[in-house]
């Protein structure tokens, strides 16, 4: 079956950097997403892996390895708005979306 | 431009009663998809549709129809709405003629079945 695990919850502290990882199993690989979704709200686009290494975007990046199957979100200089959940999603070889549950973030002062 | 609308916000309903929500885009996009978010599950896909006038089952297809007429609106319908179908819906839409083909999604429908 096709599976991705992201941790259920991390808390960290304003200012500092958080890693937020993402391990998948998929039938094929078309590329992976990561979506920030604030309660209550609809998720939202971050980023997007297809090839290997590390894409940087202002304050977030995000990092892929295709053959460990694993992905990470970093976020440096943590404000109290990055306090979210934090989904993860292949895309597989039939270019249908696969999720994660999400990783709640909780920032503190 | 309002990217993709859907109504109602909320909705409370009465186990046994038909339901549609409404999802519209102004983005042209050829796809668009229905999921459900539960409380400790991902997103899950209902429905989706590649283009107008197509139509395709995701992973939680049961209970529910979807129509595409036109590019823009992607009503799903609750023929007979049963208790376990109260969670929050998501429309979204992509292009995927583009190599990244990023969804991006409407506010949500947040429905309760008693």
């Known amino acids: 079956g096709q599976n991705i695990d992201q941790p259920t919850e991390m808390t960290a502290t304003e200012g500092a950097i958080v890693q937020i990882n993402c391990t998948y199993q998929t039938s094929g690989f078309n590329g992976l997403f990561w979506y920030q979704q604030h309660a209550g709200e609809a998720p939202t686009f971050l980023s997007y892996?297809?090839l290997d290494g590390l894409e940087e975007k202002g304050r977030f990046s995000s990092f892929l390895s295709r053959s460990k199957g694993y992905s990470y979100l970093l976020l440096k200089e943590l404000q109290m708005k990055d306090s979210a959940s934090y989904l993860c999603a292949v895309l597989d070889s039939n270019y249908q979306l696969i999720w994660g549950a999400g990783t709640k973030l909780i920032i503190k002062p | 431009i309002a990217g993709i609308t859907q109504a109602p916000t909320s909705q409370i309903l009465a186990a046994g009663r038909r339901m549609t929500l409404r999802c519209t885009q102004d983005?042209?996009?050829?796809?668009m998809y229905w999921y459900r978010q539960d409380l400790g599950l991902g997103l899950r896909l209902i429905h989706y549709?590649?283009?107008?006038?197509?139509?395709g089952k995701g992973e939680v297809p049961d209970g529910y129809s979807v129509s595409r007429a036109n590019t823009d609106d992607f009503p799903l319908t609750l023929a007979s709405a049963v208790p376990s179908q109260t969670s929050v819906y998501f429309c979204?839409?992509?292009?995927?003629?583009?190599?990244?083909?990023?969804?991006?999604f409407g506010p949500g429908t947040r429905l309760t079945v008693l």
């Open positions: 549709s590649n283009t107008a006038g197509t139509t």
């Open positions: 892996n297809v």
């Open positions: 983005m042209r996009h050829n796809a």
């Open positions: 979204a839409s992509s292009d995927s003629t583009t190599s990244t083909d990023t969804q991006y």
